[in-house]
């Protein structure tokens, strides 16, 4: 937490600071008054403790970079970003209303209207950011939120914190590395097995996954162990008869399908292919969606059940050691610090192929070499992997009796600790 930082504070010669809304793993947010500007905004700020990294900084830079850039009424927005005493900021839109990640902790599926509604508009907003060269790279529930607005409830698209310039002109090459990036659970293929090779058709499968979260309550892999989830990743085909089960519609089914495509190839061409699926399959439910209930299910007064994204709420790459203001319930749930990450990787083979013999939707798949060695390079740059227990359902692959899961922890700030529910950070 910044701990130097007090409410009614006035920062950057314009900001007076009114609550600290989040804290995660390189920064915090603050909801602030801006002096100058007469309106509320969500004040982004680096700790302290990582003004000494110069990547830390330059990743932070590019982040408000791409947002500013990027005009969408389903993107949050930056009003003022800058640098003072050698600290960087980023003031944006204050939200109000509740993270998908939210609501599916407080029911299994999306009713299809409002699922298709939020996936569209995601589509929209992904179309204007791949239009001008930026990946997103870590599309999750727990950034998207259901903003409440006058004219209704807006889904926005949050955190370019790990988005890929697609022209490494504009961030000197840093967001273009080998290192593997992302959710584990909503990682593409080719972010598993070639994470240079990244592009557009990464963001078109995690929008899939999340349409298959949405409608089936879990996920087409196995979530309880992150070397497995890996493994199967790169070298697993999905199995879309969960998705196809109950009264899901045909061309929902296809939206799935297409954009899970192993090779990415055959996936949807471009993001606004997937907006125009979402609108005419909308269209044919015939049924308006209802983003208004899923924000007051959201809320706190509601039940919450087991958080059903443990590893997609995590993001790599991984640090060895937390951040010390980091969150004090993820300290103190720290399990087991893995300092070969050549060595994890290789045990997920193994073991992902035991897996796929042991069940019986899906024969055992042989990782080639070549998928073997990029992956092992990609994981060795993460140096090493910091994993706590806890509980994750799966839609494929129960847990074994016995076994520990495991969370990833994340390196830019996914898991963070908010102090007002109802508001978002806009990591």
Same mark, same amino acid.
């Given at each position: 937490m910044s701990v130097e930082l007090q409410p009614g504070e006035l920062v950057f010669g314009r900001y007076r600071l009114s609550q600290l809304i989040g804290v995660g793993g390189m920064g915090s947010v603050w909801s602030a008054r801006d002096e100058k500007g007469g309106r509320k905004v969500a004040l982004k700020l680096l700790h302290p403790s990582m003004l000494a990294d110069p990547v830390a900084i330059q990743r932070f830079s590019l982040e408000a970079e791409a947002v500013t850039a990027l005009k969408h009424r389903s993107i949050v927005e930056v009003f003022d970003a800058g640098r003072s005493s050698n600290r960087p900021y980023i003031a944006m839109e204050l939200l109000d209303g509740a993270t998908l990640s939210d609501v599916l902790k407080r029911t299994t599926k999306i009713p299809l209207p409002s699922l298709l509604d939020i996936v569209r508009?995601?589509?929209e907003a992904l179309a204007v950011a791949h239009a001008n060269g930026i990946v997103h790279r870590d599309l999750k529930p727990a950034n998207v939120f259901l903003h409440r607005t006058r004219e209704g409830i807006v889904p926005k698209l949050l955190d370019f914190g790990i988005s890929k310039f697609m022209n490494p002109s504009q961030d000197?090459?840093? =967001? $273009?590395?080998?290192?593997? #990036? +992302?959710s584990p659970t909503y990682m593409s293929p080719e972010q598993v097995t070639t994470p240079r090779d990244v592009d557009h058709r990464s963001d078109i499968w995690a929008l899939g996954i999340l349409t298959y979260r949405g409608i089936t309550g879990g996920y087409p892999f196995d979530v309880t162990n992150p070397a497995v989830l890996l493994a199967q990743i790169g070298s697993r085909d999905i199995d879309l008869g969960e998705v196809r089960v109950g009264d899901t519609s045909p061309s929902v089914v296809a939206i799935v399908t297409k954009c899970l495509e192993r090779q990415r190839d055959e996936r949807y061409g471009s993001a606004s292919e997937v907006a125009a699926a979402? =609108? $005419?399959?909308?269209?044919? #439910? +015939?049924?308006p969606p209802d983003l208004a209930a899923l924000v007051a299910l959201a809320q706190p007064s509601s039940p919450q059940m087991r958080d059903p994204d443990t590893i997609a709420e995590s993001a790599l790459p991984i640090l060895p050691e937390p951040f010390p203001h980091a969150h004090p319930a993820s300290r103190s749930r720290r399990g087991i610090v893995i300092?070969?990450?050549?060595?994890?990787?290789?045990?997920?083979?193994?073991?992902?192929?035991?897996?796929?013999?042991?069940?019986?939707?899906?024969?055992?798949?042989?990782?080639?070499?070549?998928?073997?060695?990029?992956?092992?390079t990609a994981m060795a740059t993460s140096a090493t992997a910091a994993i706590e227990t806890e509980a994750v359902p799966s839609a494929t692959t129960a847990a074994s009796p016995g076994a520990r899961p495991v969370r990833l922890l994340p390196l830019h700030a996914p898991t963070h600790k908010q102090t007002d529910p109802s508001r978002h950070p806009g990591f």
């Open positions: 508009s995601l589509a000197g090459g840093l =967001t $273009a590395t080998g290192d593997l #990036l +992302g979402c =609108t $005419a399959a909308l269209a044919e #439910l +015939g049924q300092g070969g990450a050549v060595v994890l990787v290789a045990s997920a083979i193994a073991v992902a192929a035991v897996a796929s013999r042991a069940s019986p939707r899906a024969p055992p798949v042989a990782i080639p070499n070549a998928t073997t060695s990029a992956t092992a």
